[in-house]
């Protein structure tokens, strides 16, 4: 059984054929392309995303394209003589009124708050706008108020005001703000993104100070230590930047992470319902038949008092065929 946890980044590093060769040549099998296989996980995705498209019809090809971006750069198949079946969704699994699985992840409505859609777009402009997202026009305001509640430098003089709408971020507010969102300066990508946004690079001379460091000591090569990423103690943080660092977020699906920032930072969203999909999937080989399964539903978005994880879990029985 092989149990992962994916998003559309590390598809290409964990489900792709050399794996599994790999796991294949590690287990006695009558039939290498045919082993008693379970894979189960949070494929980070509904029905649409590549790791189940890859899974459940055993190929994906370069034209599939998740978050705008093609999840591989060439055809990728299955080494499995068969694609794994969904053991939460074959026919010999009846449910009451023919019900299909039901959503693993029942959450609070965020996107239709957070991302910018032209309603008179077409469908299938509409699901661009989706994978290349933007934030929405609520969203930017909340975060202008938001930033001119921290923002107390300006860069007129040296003198900080509080009322002027000129006044930007400084790291001092920028160390006030981080401390609110994430407890601690030095942590999340707010930070990383912030400090890039205030002028941060990576030093230009790690890899080579690294390489000569390698070559001094017999030629062996050093390892490449990442620099350490700081606030510049002069950067100033716009509005612009701050704005930026959220469609970071945005682009990156950490929707519920902006939803708590603006919570923390006194801006939280309204009520816009709940959002459900089945994310948590369980798949076998076709040597392998579902036995039994079971369900677990919610009504209320989760965590809550029932659900202590957003994540509703989901469990299987197997019996050879």
């Not at 009558?30 to 790791?51: H, M, Q, T």
């Not at 999909?277 to 079971?294: G, N, Q, T």
Request: a negative charge; glycine letters at 6%.
């Amino acid at each position: 059984m092989t149990r992962a946890n994916l998003n559309s980044f590390i598809f290409s590093h964990l489900i792709h054929p050399p794996t599994y060769h790999s796991l294949i040549s590690h287990i006695i099998e009558k039939d290498p392309k045919s082993p008693n296989l379970i894979v189960c996980g949070d494929f980070n995705g509904g029905p649409e995303c590549g790791a189940v498209k890859y899974i459940e019809e055993g190929f994906i090809s370069p034209d599939f394209i998740e978050d705008g971006e093609p999840v591989t750069s060439k055809l990728k198949e299955s080494p499995l003589s068969l694609p794994l079946l969904d053991a939460m969704n074959v026919p010999e699994i009846q449910r009451k009124d023919k019900n299909p699985p039901p959503p693993t992840l029942v959450v609070p409505e965020l996107i239709s708050l957070l991302v910018e859609i032209d309603e008179s777009l077409s469908e299938e402009d509409r699901k661009t706008a989706y994978e290349n997202p933007c934030l929405s026009k609520d969203a930017k305001e909340r975060l202008e108020r938001i930033y001119r509640r921290y923002a107390t430098f300006s860069s007129s003089s040296s003198e900080q005001q509080t009322t002027d709408d000129a006044t930007t971020m400084n790291i001092s507010d920028v160390e006030r703000w981080l401390i609110d969102i994430n407890g601690r300066v030095g942590r999340g990508s707010e930070f990383r993104n912030a400090a890039k946004e205030m002028g941060w690079v990576e030093p230009v001379d790690v890899e080579d100070e690294a390489l000569s460091d390698g070559e001094s000591k017999g030629g062996g090569g050093a390892k490449k230590e990442k620099a350490r990423i700081v606030l510049p103690q002069d950067g100033i943080l716009s509005l612009e930047g701050f704005v930026n660092v959220y469609e970071s977020e945005l682009r990156e699906g950490k929707f519920w992470g902006i939803a708590h920032d603006l919570a923390v930072m006194g801006e939280a969203l309204p009520d816009a319902g709940v959002f459900e999909s089945r994310y948590d999937r369980m798949y076998c080989s076709a040597s392998l038949h579902p036995f039994a399964v079971l369900d677990t539903v919610s009504t209320v978005p989760c965590p809550n008092k029932s659900e202590p994880s957003d994540h509703l879990p989901i469990a299987a029985s197997f019996v050879p065929r």
